[in-house]
């Protein structure tokens, strides 16, 4: 097998991270009242289903990638991957509600370990500019139909009646894809070198972990909980120790958690803001429509599931022809993809709005999102990493993936929080109507740092 060959395969390796990571957040969405009936759970109980895994996801990421720098990536890759497959199966037959939170938490971590890892392969497997450009974009094309694949299965795999509970099966099917790709990883994924000059920045670690903590706990309960003092004082004792941990990783230098070297990178910065604004409506839109079509309108979870599958069409689609656009016309395709969302979320709030009943056109405006979702998700990252040297990529990686999560977070407070206050107050139309106008404003912000973003 050829050396590019072989970068290709290592790339098809790696992508299961993303793909089973990706697919865990999303899956869970559509079957939460199948898991409810079945562990007979609280609605408290199934806000953490999604919250543990969220907190165990962002919380160790930036750890994860540079414990990678430091005991081999091949090394943390199969750890973190074993840890999610086993994890998953725990969570597969949990049979009370707590067990099944302590081992989302857990899947969580296992998929921070794996996944800083994958991306910082590919900066190092393909040290040429435009071979990199595609790979990124493959590799993003494979996070965005993730996404998409977990709505569906969300909606069709509780519906299915086997030898144990439909809602089982969306954490059991991670047992032989993640089985396959530690085999895979074990015998072909190349190791790279470790650091061996250097001490691992535990202090760091540990400061990072508080404060992470800190600042996303109280953004994924504080609505739930209407707002209580903790929350606010967690939040501004988690701006402080923000603020200290900068500082404590200025005085490290170039032994620290995060080399604050990286950040002199215009473009990554720019690119971590667009980031930070895009993931805050990517994640926000599945959960408010998942919502409303189920419990608004009262759509089974199946019929939601198939709905978004022709959003998962129309994202196919475009992120292939993304990925062969991107290197010609750059962030330009990235823009017009923005303009489809925002002209598509326009027409899902008066196709709502006017009660349109009408099947065929709502599946053509899904598709239509799902276009403009395919031509920004598979190259956003290019887009925030396409200047870094190789050797920060792992640390890169790690930022990137913490800010990708902790706006999940954001998004869900911010545009869910706005969706679920107004329900109470006006009903599913009205709720839809803001929190979507919120998302377009977000999408707009996303456009304006692509403006900004400089030209390869």
């Given at each position: 097998?050829?050396?590019?060959?072989?970068?290709?395969?290592s790339?098809?390796?790696?992508?299961?991270?993303?793909?089973?990571?990706?697919?865990d957040?999303?899956?869970?969405?559509?079957?939460?009242?199948s898991?409810?009936?079945?562990?007979?759970?609280?609605?408290?109980?199934?806000?953490?289903?999604?919250?543990?895994?969220?907190?165990?996801?962002?919380?160790?990421?930036?750890?994860?990638?540079?414990?990678?720098?430091?005991?081999?990536?091949?090394?943390?890759?199969?750890?973190?991957?074993?840890?999610?497959?086993?994890?998953?199966?725990?969570?597969?037959?949990?049979?009370?509600?707590?067990?099944?939170?302590?081992?989302?938490?857990?899947?969580?971590?296992?998929?921070?370990?794996?996944?800083?890892?994958?991306?910082?392969?590919?900066?190092?497997?393909?040290?040429?500019?435009?071979?990199?450009?595609?790979?990124?974009?493959?590799?993003?094309?494979?996070?965005?139909?993730?996404?998409?694949?977990?709505?569906?299965?969300?909606?069709?795999?509780?519906?299915?009646?086997?030898?144990?509970?439909?809602?089982?099966?969306?954490?059991?099917?991670?047992?032989?894809?993640?089985?396959?790709?530690?085999?895979?990883?074990?015998?072909?994924?190349?190791?790279?070198?470790s650091?061996?000059?250097?001490?691992?920045?535990?202090?760091?670690?540990?400061?990072?972990?508080?404060?992470?903590?800190?600042?996303?706990?109280?953004?994924?309960?504080?609505?739930?909980?209407?707002?209580?003092?903790?929350?606010?004082?967690?939040?501004?004792?988690?701006?402080?120790?923000?603020?200290?941990?900068?500082?404590?990783?200025?005085?490290?230098?170039?032994?620290?958690?995060?080399?604050?070297?990286l950040?002199?990178?215009?473009?990554?910065?720019?690119?971590?803001?667009?980031?930070?604004?895009?993931?805050?409506?990517?994640?926000?839109?599945?959960?408010?429509?998942?919502?409303?079509?189920?419990?608004?309108?009262?759509?089974?979870?199946?019929?939601?599931?198939?709905?978004?599958?022709?959003?998962?069409?129309?994202?196919?689609?475009?992120?292939?022809?993304?990925?062969?656009?991107?290197?010609?016309?750059?962030?330009?395709?990235?823009?017009?993809?923005?303009?489809?969302?925002?002209?598509?979320?326009?027409?899902?709030?008066?196709?709502?709005?006017?009660?349109?009943n009408?099947?065929?056109?709502?599946?053509?405006i899904?598709?239509?999102?799902?276009?403009?979702?395919?031509?920004?998700?598979?190259?956003?990252?290019?887009?925030?990493?396409?200047?870094?040297?190789?050797?920060?990529?792992?640390t890169?990686?790690?930022?990137?993936?913490?800010?990708?999560q902790?706006?999940?977070?954001?998004?869900?407070?911010?545009?869910?929080?706005?969706?679920?206050?107004?329900?109470?107050?006006?009903?599913?139309?009205?709720?839809?109507?803001?929190?979507?106008?919120?998302?377009?404003?977000?999408?707009?912000?996303?456009?304006?740092?692509?403006?900004?973003?400089?030209?390869?």
């Amino acid at each position: 097998m050829t050396q590019r060959n072989s970068a290709w395969l290592s790339l098809i390796i790696v992508s299961t991270a993303v793909f089973l990571s990706v697919i865990d957040i999303f899956i869970v969405n559509v079957a939460l009242p199948s898991i409810k009936t079945g562990l007979h759970a609280s609605d408290a109980d199934l806000q953490l289903i999604i919250a543990l895994y969220l907190l165990g996801h962002a919380i160790f990421l930036i750890t994860a990638g540079r414990l990678g720098d430091f005991y081999g990536r091949k090394r943390m890759f199969i750890l973190g991957m074993l840890i999610f497959v086993i994890t998953s199966c725990c969570c597969g037959f949990a049979s009370t509600p707590l067990q099944m939170n302590i081992s989302r938490f857990l899947q969580g971590t296992g998929a921070a370990l794996m996944l800083p890892q994958s991306i910082t392969y590919i900066q190092l497997l393909f040290p040429d500019h435009q071979q990199r450009i595609k790979a990124l974009g493959i590799y993003g094309s494979i996070a965005g139909t993730a996404s998409v694949i977990g709505q569906l299965l969300g909606g069709i795999l509780p519906d299915v009646h086997t030898i144990v509970e439909g809602w089982r099966l969306i954490f059991l099917i991670n047992l032989p894809i993640g089985i396959i790709a530690v085999i895979a990883a074990w015998r072909m994924l190349p190791e790279t070198s470790s650091v061996q000059n250097k001490k691992f920045d535990w202090t760091g670690v540990f400061i990072l972990t508080i404060t992470l903590c800190f600042l996303i706990f109280p953004l994924v309960y504080g609505r739930e909980l209407g707002w209580p003092t903790w929350t606010i004082l967690l939040l501004a004792a988690g701006i402080a120790l923000l603020y200290g941990f900068v500082k404590q990783q200025q005085r490290k230098a170039t032994s620290a958690l995060i080399d604050m070297q990286l950040f002199r990178f215009k473009d990554f910065n720019i690119g971590l803001l667009a980031v930070l604004f895009y993931f805050m409506v990517q994640d926000s839109y599945f959960l408010i429509n998942a919502i409303l079509l189920q419990t608004g309108l009262g759509y089974t979870s199946s019929a939601a599931g198939i709905l978004f599958a022709f959003q998962g069409i129309g994202y196919v689609v475009a992120s292939v022809l993304s990925i062969r656009l991107v290197p010609v016309y750059g962030k330009r395709v990235l823009q017009t993809g923005i303009g489809i969302m925002v002209v598509s979320l326009a027409a899902h709030i008066l196709f709502f709005s006017l009660n349109i009943n009408s099947m065929p056109l709502l599946t053509i405006i899904l598709f239509a999102y799902g276009t403009g979702c395919g031509s920004v998700l598979p190259s956003l990252l290019t887009m925030a990493l396409k200047s870094i040297p190789t050797g920060f990529a792992g640390t890169a990686s790690g930022v990137f993936t913490t800010l990708q999560q902790t706006a999940i977070a954001l998004g869900v407070c911010i545009s869910g929080g706005i969706f679920f206050y107004i329900i109470q107050q006006t009903g599913y139309i009205s709720a839809y109507q803001v929190a979507t106008s919120v998302n377009i404003g977000l999408l707009l912000l996303t456009g304006y740092c692509l403006y900004r973003l400089p030209e390869a």
